[in-house]
Antibody, heavy 120, light 106 residues
Framework: EVQLVESGEGLVQPGSSMKLSCVASGFTFSNYGMNWIRQAPKKGLEWIALIYYDSSSKYYADSVKGRFTISRDNSKNTLYLEMNSLRSEDTAMYYC?????????????WGQGASVTVSS | DIQMTQSPASLSASLGETVTIECRASEDIYNGLAWYQQKPGKSPQLLIYNANSLHTGVPSRFSGSGSGTQYSLKINSLQSEDVASYFCQQYYNYPTFGGGTKLELK
């Protein structure tokens, strides 16, 4: 069974940094692209980043480009999201999600989410 | 960015009814369209990709159709467990989601 477990959630001040982790199990992590998607309270879904299976390509939404960095460690089956210069509008539930094989932009398994609150 | 417009924003239907949710893209997305279901307090789950390909394990009462800029999700014979929000998402370009449709029982 595919499992994705996010960690690193919390409350931070505007302008600060935070790093989320996502540990994967139940599939060969190194074969799949991985994504981060966020959902602000009572709002819709926003894709924010994608990393290919071998880290050869990384893509970001304009809203986080230059502030957030997606990375992965295939030896640890772990996906990361480093978030800098955090703003109040970054407050959201952050989900890691596995890409469907051969469809990098389709998310076929999601974690339970990690809550990030940016507030002074 | 490709904008995705979903309608209706909310929907009330009876058990056994057929429900259709529409999604319009701001440009041709060449069937690069997925549908997700999100139950209250849960993370989203993939239902359909490639506009009409049913994901593994998804009940056959769910179906997708469309082309170009216009797509739809149909739920036949609505069940109580189908109460959820539904989101379309294009992946022809950088992924973007529709605003969602909240489906409730009448």
């Amino acid at each position: 069974e595919v499992q994705l477990v996010e960690s690193g959630e919390g409350l931070v001040q505007p302008g600060s940094s935070m790093k989320l982790s996502c540990v994967a199990s139940g599939f060969t992590f190194s074969n799949y692209g991985m994504n981060w998607i966020r959902q602000a309270p009572k709002k819709g879904l926003e894709w924010i980043a994608l990393i290919y299976y071998d880290s050869s390509s990384k893509y970001y939404a304009d809203s986080v480009k230059g502030r957030f960095t997606i990375s992965r460690d295939n030896s640890k089956n772990t996906l990361y999201l480093e978030m800098n210069s955090l703003r109040s509008e970054d407050t959201a539930m952050y989900y890691c999600a596995k890409s469907l094989l051969n469809y990098p932009g389709v998310m076929d398994a999601w974690g339970q989410g990690a809550s990030v609150t940016v507030s002074s | 960015d490709i904008q995705m417009t979903q309608s209706p924003a909310s929907l009330s239907a009876s058990l056994g009814e057929t429900v259709t949710i529409e999604c319009r893209a701001s440009e041709d997305i060449y069937n690069g369209l997925a549908w997700y279901q999100q139950k209250p307090g849960k993370s989203p789950q993939l239902l359909i990709y490639n506009a009409n390909s049913l994901h593994t394990g998804v009940p056959s009462r769910f179906s997708g159709s469309g082309s170009g800029t216009q797509y739809s999700l149909k739920i036949n014979s609505l069940q109580s467990e189908d109460v959820a929000s539904y989101f379309c998402q294009q992946y022809y370009n950088y992924p973007t989601f529709g605003g969602g449709t909240k489906l409730e029982l009448k």
